[in-house]
């Protein structure tokens, strides 16, 4: 069988498929570990994407029961505002909703801290409109850069097509310091943070499907999981990329014609933090159990082999990413 996957995440593996046996011998088999879970104490800090945050709620929580005595805290400041905590050493795990940008791995460096970049699932960034609205089903990139761009003379649905409503256009949308946010605007706009600032933002995606929910005349997005979660108060709109409009969904966002807002989301380990066998055994939990809960929390599970390759990757130490340029947005090729 064979599976599209974006070009960045099959580079970065290339390598690491080679090395999964030597994750076991180097003591992050989670059934090798010297210290029953259940015995250990410690504590392990994660903050950044709240596209990512369910995934590791999800994670944290199965790992609580079966290591009580370790305190996993998930903070949720935006993918930005993680990495600003992770540069400066308060947390051990960024989630991150795009890859690091040069001017973070510079401060890496800088700050001396070895990351190591583990993709844990694919995402569809999804455009979302109220429940009422029988008129936006469908919109082409090219509108969505009309409405989201930098002086952007867009006010009204009509201004978008003539037989739209003649009524307010209202803007939600991830906060400056989101993933999402860079994601989206380099994808329909160009150019990361390049976009019109009047619309209501927020690093809370919850806080999004509230105002779009209350409000009839709203445009906004979002990671897929937090539509999924929201389905029966939100309606979707179906992106038409140059090929056909096409909504996200399980299938389309894993097949890649969901394009080009489908994108791998990430978490960024402290390599020094894995000097902690708390912060190891959760991280090595993580990956192990990565498939499985981000489907049950409405993302899609990466392929099988992906994982297996994070896990040499992540006991070998590996550092630096794998996404710089235009591998940062959707570019995907066939993998076997």
Known sequence: ?????????????????????????????????????????????????????????AVAEEFHAIAPGIRVTVGVSGTGGGFKKFLNGEVDINDASRAIKPSEQASAIAAGIEFIELPVAFDGLSV?????????????????????????????????????????????????????????TKAINGKEQASRPDFTASEDDNVLVQGIAGDRYSLGYFGFAYYQE???????????GGKGAIAPSIETINDGTYAPLSRPIFI?????????????????????????????????????????????????????TAYSGDQRVGTLIEHD
């Open 128 to 184: 979302v409109v109220h429940a009422e609205n029988d008129w936006a089903l469908t919109m082409t990139t090219a509108e969505l850069k009309k409405v989201w761009e930098p002086g952007s003379k867009v006010k009204r649905w009509s201004d978008v097509r003539d037989s739209w409503p003649d009524e307010p256009i209202r803007l939600y949308g991830p906060g400056t310091d989101s993933g999402t946010f860079d994601y989206f």
């Open 268 to 320: 960024y380990v402290n390599a020094g933090s894995l000097d902690d066998p708390a912060v190891a055994e959760f991280v090595a939990f993580y990956l192990d159990n990565a498939a499985k809960l981000s489907s049950e929390v409405g993302y899609i599970a990466l392929p099988q082999a992906t994982y297996t390759a994070a896990r040499s990757r992540l006991a070998t130490r590996e550092s630096g």
């Open 230 to 240: 929201n389905r029966d108060k939100l309606g979707i709109v179906a992106i038409d």
């Open 1 to 57: 069988m064979r599976n599209l996957i974006f070009l960045a995440l099959a580079a970065l593996f290339v390598s690491g498929c080679d090395n999964s046996e030597q994750s076991r011998d180097q003591g992050v088999d989670p059934d090798a570990h010297p210290t029953p879970l259940s015995t250990m104490t410690g504590k392990v800090r994660l903050d950044g994407s709240s596209t990512v945050f369910p995934i590791s709620e």
